[in-house]
């Protein structure tokens, strides 16, 4: 249902009222002890650095969901997983969300089932920075980063009395209402102590198709069906800070999504038409954090956490989702809890020398029980299935100052994780509810890498990194539908990435590029049996590479200009089935070889500020979605595609600023997976206010 633009009014009109103090631009600022380690650091204002997003930036290209906003980096793709899933994804110089590790605050969010995290259900509005460690992350944030690691720094009060609201109306191509996304912060920041509550809701009633979308056989064009989705997140902080050396923070966040998903336009294959909803996708945690100075040369740093992730899957009989009656309709819930914490030790060994010790611990809880077609009178629930995990990481890192500007990296960490309980139900079996063998896993990790640093912010690096991560439960032990052998005794999967890079000024121009070089090993490769099921085998290997440049040009006093481009090459070797399976053709599919974004920042008058940009990608591989796990998978190449945004702020003094803006300008009709076409052009209106 359309809604007219009327019911958004009041949150407009709300944020559009006078601020009563003047707008302080220092309003807030990163929270230190949320950051994990990455080796470029931001530039401040709105500009794009090579490994990190500020909140500047974010709001300026108005990304207001995690995938929208890493689009921005370069080395980063956004995709989606199309199907009956609906799920943003988000691909880091190829390597995938089960390889790059997302952490909210340095906490990692982990699922412990399937780890199918969803990008587009994290908001942006309420966080200081995005840190994106590529290729080497170091491996005292914690195991699992095989491929990089995502982090979300959230907001600390750095004045007295810090407040900030901001409301985005949403309007589809023909200016209709098509949702909103609102965030509050209200902060306090004293000698001693601290307090933050921050607040950010999106609500997403429809998104339009582009203008030329031809008609097809599950979707009419104009509105999107199934498009709608709605997000919210708090967040609660307090903080101690004792003198200048000591913090200790105790911060609280929840977040809630539900979401429907689109059909695939065209295809009339029940595997694929799923009509599936989650009207809950939910993520709970508390944490504390804290540094601790030991004298004048030892830092302590700690982490504890306890999180709870709680998502409702919904398959219904037909696109009415009116009823579950079918033996396709089901609901599965997923309740898991996480708990652990970690411990850093950091020693000034002399004046060139730091030691630095850490210890991860974590303790994973996964439980479900889905009710098949639940709308017929006796249907029950079938038993809880319990799993329980418990992992550990040591790591050790020495950095030595060669001479001023050169210095020297050495880490290494062994990983290790212990299988306790892994419950299936199957009542087709003797004995319905079993436990599946357990199968312990341990790897060693190590790195090195040389920076140099000169004048004008000139620097250059080399770094080579060999890292693990652990199967999933699912890919494990899932029977995906009665399709699939469980494999207990999967091994983890390697990458060693070797990597160059530098920056320079050119005059006022920035100037910073890499290279890098990934090599795969014990990928896993899904082989077919011969009883026709398919089983997960650490067989694969791949070659990932490519280079990375982005470029700042102040033109004029008024006029600055920026740009960034990236290639991704990768190719996978499949490897030998074991004997008595044989393997399906397989290709890596979603990431483009060639993409990039150019914008200007146009002031032609004081307080107006101009934004126009364009963003672009290459064609891309895909797998028809109705053959994605038959007998033979149909893969071919999207087209690439060119999209435009503008924008225009004008502030108004007083912390108040208002903007109009369009985004897929030209109404660009493409696709990032196989039937599942992208939003064509879109308008909005955002109204900021600042204390």
């Not at 470029?40 to 290209?61: P, R």
């Not at 750095?158 to 996304?181: H, I, N, P, Q, S």
């Not at 009178?377 to 079938?382: A, D, R, W």
């Not at 490897?575 to 044989?582: E, H, L, M, S």
Request: with cysteine; charged share 25%; proline share 5%.
């Amino acid at each position: 249902m359309r809604h007219t633009l009327p019911a958004a009014s009041g949150l407009f009109a709300l944020l559009c009222l006078p601020a009563p103090a003047a707008a302080q631009e220092d309003a807030d600022a990163r929270f230190e002890l949320g950051q994990i380690v990455v080796s470029a650091e931001a530039t401040g204002g709105a500009s794009i650095a090579s490994e990190t997003l500020d909140k500047e930036a974010i709001e300026a290209f108005n990304r207001n969901s995690l995938d929208d906003a890493l689009q921005l980096l370069p080395g980063v793709v956004a995709a989606n997983s199309g199907g009956s899933r609906n799920e943003r994804l988000v691909f880091v110089r190829g390597f995938d969300r089960f390889q790059v590790p997302l952490s909210i605050d340095g906490i990692r969010v982990y699922l412990p089932a399937d780890n199918r995290l969803d990008f587009g259900r994290f908001l942006t509005p309420d966080i200081a920075e995005i840190q994106v460690a590529k290729g080497y992350a170091s491996v005292l944030d914690g195991p699992g980063a095989m491929g990089g690691a995502i982090n979300l720094v959230t907001r600390k009060p750095t004045r007295k009395w810090a407040a900030e609201f901001r409301g985005v109306l949403d309007l589809d191509r023909d200016g209709g209402y098509a949702g909103y996304t609102g965030f509050a912060l209200l902060g306090t920041r004293h000698e001693s102590w601290y307090a933050q509550a921050s607040f950010a809701r999106s609500f997403r009633d429809h998104w339009d198709l582009p203008g030329d979308f031809q008609p097809a056989l599950n979707e009419d064009g104009g509105a999107r069906d199934f498009s709608r989705t709605e997000d919210w997140r708090l967040n609660l902080k307090a903080g101690f800070t004792p003198n200048a050396r000591d913090e200790y923070s105790i911060s609280y966040t929840r977040q809630e999504g539900s979401k429907l998903a689109p059909l695939h336009i065209s295809s009339s294959n029940n595997r694929v038409l799923r009509n599936w909803t989650w009207p809950e996708w939910n993520i709970e945690s508390l944490y504390f954090l804290s540094t601790t100075a030991l004298g004048d040369s030892a830092t302590l740093k700690t982490q504890a956490f306890k999180s709870n992730y709680y998502n409702m899957l919904r398959a219904y009989d037909d696109r009415t989702l009116s009823s579950q009656t079918m033996g396709r309709a089901f609901d599965s819930p997923y309740d898991d809890m996480a708990a652990g914490g970690s411990l850093q030790l950091e020693l000034g060994l002399g004046a060139r020398n730091v030691l630095s010790l850490a210890a991860h611990f974590r303790r994973d809880e996964h439980e479900e029980s889905q009710t098949s077609h639940p709308d017929i009178p006796g249907s029950m629930p079938e038993p809880v299935q319990q799993s329980l995990e418990k992992s550990w990481s040591a790591a050790v890192e020495d950095r030595y100052a060669i001479s001023g500007a050169l210095s020297a990296t050495l880490s290494f960490s062994y990983d290790w994780r212990t299988l306790e309980k892994a419950q299936e139900y199957d009542e087709d079996l003797p004995q319905p509810l079993f436990e599946f063998p357990l199968k312990d896993a341990e790897g060693w990790n190590a790195q090195g890498r040389v920076d140099w640093k000169g004048g004008n912010r000139r620097s250059a690096y080399a770094a080579l990194s060999s890292r693990i991560r652990f199967p999933t439960l699912f890919e494990r032990f899932s029977s995906q539908f009665g399709t699939a052998e469980p494999n207990p005794g999967l091994d983890p999967e390697r990458a060693t990435n070797l990597e160059i890079g530098g920056a320079t000024r050119l005059g006022q121009v920035r100037l910073s590029g890499a290279a890098y070089y990934s090599w795969l090993s014990d990928a896993l490769v899904t082989i077919r049996t011969a009883e026709n099921l398919n089983r997960r085998e650490n067989i694969g290997s791949a070659d990932y590479y490519g280079f990375e440049l982005s470029l700042e040009l102040p033109l004029t006093g008024d006029l600055d200009a920026g740009f960034n481009y990236s290639y991704i090459h990768r190719s996978f070797d499949l490897g030998k089935a074991p004997i008595g399976g044989f393997i399906r053709e397989f290709r890596l599919t979603d990431v483009p070889a060639h993409s990039g974004i150019t914008w200007i920042d146009w002031t032609p008058v004081a307080g107006l500020d101009i934004r126009p940009a364009l963003e672009f990608a290459s064609d891309r591989p895909t797998v028809d979605a109705a053959t994605a796990n038959g007998d033979a998978p149909v893969y071919f190449e999207l087209d690439g595609y060119v999209t435009a945004s503008l924008r225009a702020d004008y502030a108004f003094g007083g912390g108040l600023s208002l903007g109009l803006g369009a985004r897929n300008l030209f109404d660009a009709n493409y696709l990032l997976t196989d039937g599942f076409p992208e939003p064509g052009r879109s308008f909005f209106i955002v109204a900021r206010a600042r204390y």
